[in-house]
């Protein structure tokens, strides 16, 4: 018997070039579906889809459920359904409201956060100081928050 990388069968070559499916776990895709059959009870089946949906709502109600996981929440009081999966829910309508032409994008103006990301990772932070001291540059300071104006431990100086 052969394998599906050896198959000869044109529905296999054409097949390999789809979106693969089968890489969701399975377990995530049955916490979402229960998830959304709560928002269903709530709202509607498929509600997002005939109303606009703003971004920033979905957002922040992904980041409730995924902080209260991150504190030792497994399910949400009101459902009983996972966390996650509410998270996971979240996220799929943005994408569905987005890819149907119906999100409303309310999120602000971009911010330093990805430069930020991407600059605190030890082998960018090596390569960065390396490249100032080849070119004898100062490195730039760091500045956090009320520090620069003078706060220390809950206090300001004039």
């Known amino acids: 018997m052969s394998t599906a ?3 000869n069968n044109p529905k296999d070559k054409v097949g390999r070039t789809k979106v693969p499916m089968h890489l969701v ?10 998830a ?3 928002g269903a009870n709530k709202y509607g089946p498929y509600n997002w889809r005939t109303n606009d949906v703003a971004a920033t709502v979905y957002v ?5 459920h995924l902080r209260s996981w991150l ?5 949400a009081t009101d459902s009983k359904v996972h966390h996650l999966g ?6 799929a309508i943005i994408l569905d409201a987005q890819e149907g032409g119906n999100l409303v994008d ?6 330093p956060l990805p430069y930020m990301l991407v600059r605190s990772q030890p082998a960018a932070l090596a390569a960065e100081e390396d490249a100032r001291a080849a070119d004898n540059v100062a ?3 760091i500045r956090s928050g009320r520090h620069e104006q003078g706060y220390s431990s809950g206090t300001y100086r004039d």
């Open 5 to 7: 990388a050896e198959s």
């Open 25 to 34: 776990p399975s377990v995530a895709i049955a916490h979402t579906a229960l």
């Open 36 to 38: 959304m059959r709560d």
């Open 60 to 64: 922040s109600a992904a980041e409730r």
């Open 71 to 75: 504190e030792g929440e497994e399910l």
């Open 86 to 91: 509410h998270a996971m829910a979240c996220l």
């Open 106 to 111: 309310d999120r602000p103006l971009s911010g």
């Open 139 to 141: 490195p730039i300071p």
